[in-house]
């Protein structure tokens, strides 16, 4: 079947309309730009995740006027952080108020059925086309070899060419963008933790709870309509056997790591199933080429244990977007991000390795909210360069 030639040309395509595609379409289409996003998946469905948005997420969802909307679909706020370190010897617990800095004075852990369809709702309003149902097929390329626009099947089974100025993967960490452009990890994880996570009603919980015990690692996050999440990690992989053997592994790294919590789900209801990622090395990909750019966790994706995923997506929608709007170039976008992601990329993969005593992790999460001390003041100074241009 011969393709359908587009009817225009757009100034960006973004491949994948979550929550990387959908902020970098927003903040692009506010600029003035002729901006498609589109994915396979449905408007508003869920998606494996970590939930968390740490402070510089909340920093931006607030400076795009999104935080009320976050409220306003019940996403809880949470004003308290505790970590409990445990060993053989005995436990400590350290926690931490989230006090108020640059506008921000809560985090939050939304389902991604809230926080994806906020900012898809979001492009829409500064003036994206989004469409859902439509997949990737290949990627179009000129004469000498800039990539061009994308060749895609819609809903109706249709298929179409579509031309753009550049065009943006933001299609997860088996992207199609980063492997039809020819992308490759320059950085590479040398560990990595498999995970399991279910959802609770009505878990007694005072803010975000990260338990960490040599050889594994859980959490509990406040999330929508009155669930909590409660994630299990470890090493080896517990993602495989049957459902009850898998179910069993869960329960047994909870009593192990969290016993407090432990106690405390086995009375409440585990809403719907509980779900599995197997693990996958985490990876710092070239992010940009002729015609073409990465973002979210197509271009870099870091361990789930350390629940930054969202965060890097937001961070990087916005560094990528400023660079295409002000002109400063795709190369200016790779340092901006490699110099927020490498120290704290290296960290993230030392706690991944789960081959730590409490002092070491104690260290790493020093060094780890180092690194986001700095993402924010980095993400402050382009809010500041941004009012200064206007």
């Known amino acids: 079947m011969k393709p359908k030639a587009g009817n225009s040309e757009y100034d960006a395509v973004i491949v994948g309309a979550r929550c990387a595609g959908a902020a970098t379409g927003m903040l692009l289409a506010s600029a003035g730009l002729r901006v498609l996003v589109f994915d396979k998946a449905a408007y508003g469905t869920d998606t494996l995740s970590t939930h968390a948005l740490m402070r510089p997420a909340v920093l931006l969802l607030q400076r795009w006027g999104l935080v009320d909307k976050l409220e306003h679909a019940g996403t809880p706020r949470i004003e308290k952080t505790t970590f409990r370190y445990a060993e053989d010897r005995g436990a400590e617990e350290v926690s931490v108020d989230i006090k108020p800095r640059h506008g921000v004075d809560a985090l939050y852990a939304p389902r991604r059925t809230a926080l994806d369809r906020i900012l898809v709702n979001a492009a829409r309003g500064a003036g994206a086309e989004v469409r859902h149902g439509m997949q990737m097929m290949d990627l179009l390329r000129s004469a000498d070899g800039t990539v061009s626009g994308v060749r895609v099947r819609d809903q109706g089974g249709e298929i179409r060419d579509i031309r753009a100025r550049i065009v943006i993967g933001a299609d997860g960490r088996r992207s199609g963008v980063a492997r039809l452009a020819g992308s490759t990890p320059y950085v590479v994880g040398q560990h990595m933790t498999t995970c399991a996570y279910g959802y609770f009603r009505d878990l007694p919980i005072d803010g975000n709870r990260w338990y ?179």
């Open 212 to 390: 960490y015990r040599p050889g594994m690692g859980a959490g509990v996050i406040p999330t929508n309509d009155r669930q909590t999440l409660l994630f299990a990690s470890v090493s080896h992989d517990f993602a495989r056997g049957s459902a009850a053997e898998r179910a069993s592994a869960f329960h047994r790294v909870i009593r192990e790591a969290a016993p407090d919590i432990a106690d405390r789900a086995a009375n409440e209801r585990l809403v719907g199933k509980l779900y599995f990622f197997a693990g996958m090395r985490a990876f710092i990909r070239q992010p940009w080429g002729d015609g073409w750019a990465l973002v979210g966790d197509a271009g870099y994706m870091t361990d789930p244990i350390t629940a930054h995923g969202i965060t890097n997506a937001l961070r990087d929608a916005e560094l990528l977007s400023r660079a295409i709007i002000d002109g400063t170039g795709l190369a200016e976008y790779q340092t901006a991000r490699d110099d927020l992601s490498l120290a704290f990329f290296e960290v993230s993969d030392r706690v991944a390795s789960l081959d730590w005593d409490i002092p070491t992790v104690q260290q790493y999460h020093r060094m780890m909210s180092h690194e986001m001390g700095r993402e924010e003041e980095a993400l402050v100074a382009t809010g500041n360069a941004s009012a200064t241009a206007a």
